[in-house]
């Protein structure tokens, strides 16, 4: 291991070095707009108004000899500015002169210093200099987070410029070296309105550490920052992991578009438990892993066609938010699987009387469907499944989604849920392996049931050191890829894959209920 780490580091000084001799070539300059924000050109400096540009060219370097960066940048810059007004005369010859020049005086300085002369608005000299040789710089001062943000942010803004080949060897090089792959970031809601979800969370990460060390890789450690509910404040937790060099993010739990555009600028994977699909489209680095209502509809609907044999659907749902999702969801569903949607009935869900609703079903269908969804929490289901059999409603098989997943309904609605299809993400007590092992250590240690949340934290902590200790995995680039690829995990939320835009697609639990109890159905 040691010899192998001298080896990356060896080949990474060599890229270094041959990056220094080429960076003297003179390169043309491209046409780069100014910030907005940034400070204008110092007033009171010093530049010679009536000097030629050869002898601006002499005075800055002189100045630059001495160790007056600023002001010998400030002078080479006016010089550049001469050098494009009308009538100038051997502009090229001196354009190339300065920018040469420039180039060795930034290889001397330090990155901070160059970033504070870049940061000046309207610079005649072009911009792409100063985050080049600002990124370069980071790297020799080993702060490899601000050299990968500068340097990614150098590619994507020039992906033409004739650097680009020397900025993604140098990106090669950092992945190299900064990966670590026995090290994960997390970044979870520890404290806030949302603490108990973090809480949740690490209970099934600390599992994961265990599973996995029993399975060979050990040595592993996790690096937690508190978001603080806020997803501001993930994104400076992405900052913060980053200086601590982990190969990954598990988290944040709630979007945070900060965190994700930061981490994609930096290059590392994040996988965050979201239900929310738009996640991934952040960028290539950006997964998600967690049960959505596509999923859910997805999973019900390949069983009620291809194992039920059903054909005719239905939908009741409550007109919010929630119910209008899943509606949406499930009418897609149908389409795809070219099954016939009778009818969609929406009902105020602030009500407890859904009579209106039942009866405008009934008389717009005449009972003609075979399923009906119902997306709801289980407060309200306990109001309509009576409701449903008192109108004479019944016959068909009731869909639900892993809302109805709790103990109140089989409390409630003892005589009303036959027939009843649910889908959720976790199952405790099924005989999936994996889960059954999870399930029993969880209980053993906290002395009570884990749910869907704690099973998928550990299945992300798990995926992302199994991902990353694959033989061929030596940078976060290879990392998101070998994601997007073929890898399959079998775990305690069942099977989960990703496709090439970070989306999770899972093979999720069908529940039905017999003698009143919650049981598994197998496929």
Not at 104 to 125: C, P, V, Y
Not at 317 to 342: C, H, S, T
């Amino acid at each position: 291991m040691i010899y192998a780490k001298h080896i990356k580091f060896v080949i990474f000084v060599c890229i270094l070095i041959t990056l220094t001799f080429f960076t003297g070539c003179s390169k043309h300059p491209i046409s780069v707009p100014s910030t907005p924000k940034s400070p204008q050109i110092p007033e009171q400096t010093t530049v010679p108004k009536q000097a030629t540009v050869p002898e601006l060219i002499n005075q800055a370097g002189i100045l630059g000899e001495k160790g007056a960066v600023q002001d010998a940048l400030l002078i080479y810059n006016h010089a550049f500015d001469l050098t494009q007004r009308p009538g100038a005369g051997h502009d090229v010859v001196f354009k190339t002169i300065i920018l040469d020049d420039v180039e060795r005086l930034l290889s001397k300085t330090d990155a901070e210093e160059i970033q504070k002369f870049s940061g000046i608005k309207n610079l005649s000299i072009p911009r792409y200099l100063f985050d080049y040789w600002a990124g370069y710089k980071f790297v020799q001062q080993e702060d490899y987070a601000n050299a990968a943000h500068l340097l990614n942010a150098f590619l994507e803004t020039y992906p033409d410029h004739p650097k680009a080949e020397q900025v993604k060897a140098l990106l090669a090089g950092l992945e190299t070296i900064t990966f670590n792959k026995k090290k994960i970031g997390v970044i979870l809601p520890m404290s806030g309105k949302y603490k108990l979800y973090g809480q949740k969370a690490m209970k099934g990460i600390e599992i994961a550490l265990t599973r996995l060390s029993e399975s060979g890789i050990k040595d592993l450690s996790i690096v937690i920052k508190d978001s603080m509910s806020d997803p501001a404040q993930a994104a400076m937790c992405v900052d913060q992991l980053v200086k601590d060099n982990v190969f990954s993010i598990l988290g944040p739990i709630f979007v945070s578009t900060q965190a994700a555009e930061k981490a994609q600028s930096l290059g590392i994977p994040m996988m965050a438990l979201t239900t929310q699909t738009q996640f991934p489209q952040y960028g290539d680095y950006i997964f998600s892993n967690f049960i959505t209502p596509e999923m859910q509809v997805q999973a019900l609907g390949s069983y009620v066609f291809h194992e039920l044999g059903l054909s005719r659907l239905a939908v009741l749902y409550p007109d919010n938010k929630y119910g209008n999702r899943y509606m949406q969801a499930f009418r897609w569903m149908v389409d795809q699987f070219e099954g016939q949607l009778i009818a969609t009935q929406v009902y105020d869900g602030s009500q407890t009387d859904f009579a209106v609703a039942i009866k405008s079903l009934i008389k717009n269908t005449d009972l003609n469907f075979q399923a009906l969804f119902i997306p709801d929490s289980v407060s309200r289901i306990n109001l309509i499944l009576p409701q449903l059999v008192y109108h004479d409603a019944q016959g068909f098989t009731l869909l639900g989604t892993n809302l109805w997943h709790r103990e109140g309904l089989l409390k409630e609605t003892r005589n009303y849920n036959r027939n009843a299809i649910i889908c959720d993400g976790y199952f405790s007590g099924s005989a999936n392996p994996e889960t059954a092992w999870f399930d029993k250590v969880f209980q053993a240690l906290y002395q009570e049931r884990p749910g869907f949340l704690e099973a998928i934290a550990y299945d992300t902590a798990q995926i992302l050191f199994r991902a990353a200790n694959a033989e061929d995995v030596n940078s976060g680039r290879q990392l998101k890829e070998i994601l997007q690829g073929q890898f399959i995990f079998d775990g305690a939320t069942g099977r989960t894959r990703f496709d090439e835009s970070g989306t999770p697609h899972k093979a999720l639990f069908l529940i039905t209920i017999k003698d009143n109890r919650f049981m598994e159905i197998n496929r």
